[in-house]
């Protein structure tokens, strides 16, 4: 979709009468809708490209009180007012038992905008930290055991997809940590299904800039509720990694939306993965 298309659609809510009321107290400047428009169309294009929505499908969007998936809902909240996402949405949060975690938050903040959520609660702390021994990074194990439950209650509440809120950053740290770390080219995709075959998991925000949600969620006031609840931090080769692309972008500014496209732009016959190219066949080719 052309910007002038996007533009025409995506209109100044103070002139077009309404807006999600996640929406009520935004700024009304030039900046602030430039943003929001490059972040719809950031989404558009990942849900259109890799045919996330199917109309009448329900998706379970997991927020966690971070401004990734707060951006991501008010997004969706955002693309389904103006009649661009034929989907239900239904919003839910794992409370993990995490040590003064703020219970209230969320569902006060969901209910006060007429939001459908479901709030669960399962202590999946105590298992990580009876698993882990003391200083251990948690988040791998801590995630892995969120996602299952997630991916539980989309099953229970009749959800074809659990939606996320990651976003181009985390797909670039992802493949570069494969690169560097796991031999092997892989990132985080835009939509895959789980091992079970049960339920899709979809990341419409895959083309979107982290900073660019950052200042999203500094201007809709989100209440934010930090992942550093339990003491935990993320690894340092994934903060390694995401220093490593701050300076490239520094440096070389643009790089980033390089890389990102770049990892849709794939030449197996230029690669060494004799899988995904048949280079003994080449054989068969050669002009005598």
């Known amino acids: 979709m052309t910007e ?18 996640i929406f009520a107290h935004v700024p009304r400047s030039v900046a602030f809708n430039k943003l929001r428009k490059r972040l719809i169309r ?24 971070g401004k990734d998936s707060y951006g991501m809902l008010a997004i969706l909240l955002d693309l ?22 703020p219970k209230h938050v969320l569902p006060d903040f969901l209910a006060g ?8 609660y399962r202590d999946t702390y105590s298992i990580v930290t009876d698993k882990l021994p003391a200083g251990a990074t948690y988040c791998s194990l801590c995630s892995r055991l969120r996602r299952g439950n997630l991916y539980r209650i989309a099953q229970e509440e009749g959800c074809s997809a659990l939606v996320l809120g990651h976003h181009r950053e985390d ?5 570069f940590m494969n690169l560097f770390h796991g031999g092997k080219l892989a990132a985080m995709p835009a939509r895959l299904m789980n091992d079970e075959g049960t339920v899709e998991v979809l990341r419409p925000m895959i083309f979107c800039a982290e900073d660019d949600l950052q200042r ?5 006031a989100f209440p934010i509720i930090p992942c550093d609840l339990c003491g935990s931090q993320d690894g340092l080769e994934r903060n390694a990694t995401k ?3 701050n300076d490239i972008e520094k440096r070389m ?15 197996p016959s230029h690669l060494l993965d004799t899988r995904l190219f048949d280079f003994a066949g080449l054989t068969d080719r050669r002009t005598i």
Do not use: Y
């Not at 002038?4 to 807006?19: F, K, Q």
């Not at 661009?84 to 993990?96: E, G, K, R, S, Y």
């Not at 905008?113 to 669960?120: S, W, Y």
């Open 243 to 245: 220093a490593m692309l």
């Open 42 to 65: 950031n989404a558009r294009e990942a849900i259109d490209k890799f045919a996330m929505a199917r109309t009448g499908e329900r998706w379970l969007v997991a927020l966690s009180g």
């Open 4 to 21: 002038v298309a996007l533009a025409d659609e995506i209109t100044d809510d103070a002139s077009s009468g309404g807006a999600h009321p």
């Open 80 to 101: 389904k007012w103006r009649g661009l996402l034929p989907v239900d949405l239904l919003v839910c949060n794992l409370d993990q038992g995490q040590p003064n975690f």
């Open 113 to 120: 905008l007429g939001i459908e959520h479901r709030i669960e």
């Open 216 to 220: 999203f969620s500094d201007a809709l």
């Open 253 to 267: 500014p643009g790089r980033k939306d390089v890389m990102i496209r770049a990892l849709g732009n794939v030449n």
């Open 171 to 175: 797909s670039l740290e992802t493949f």
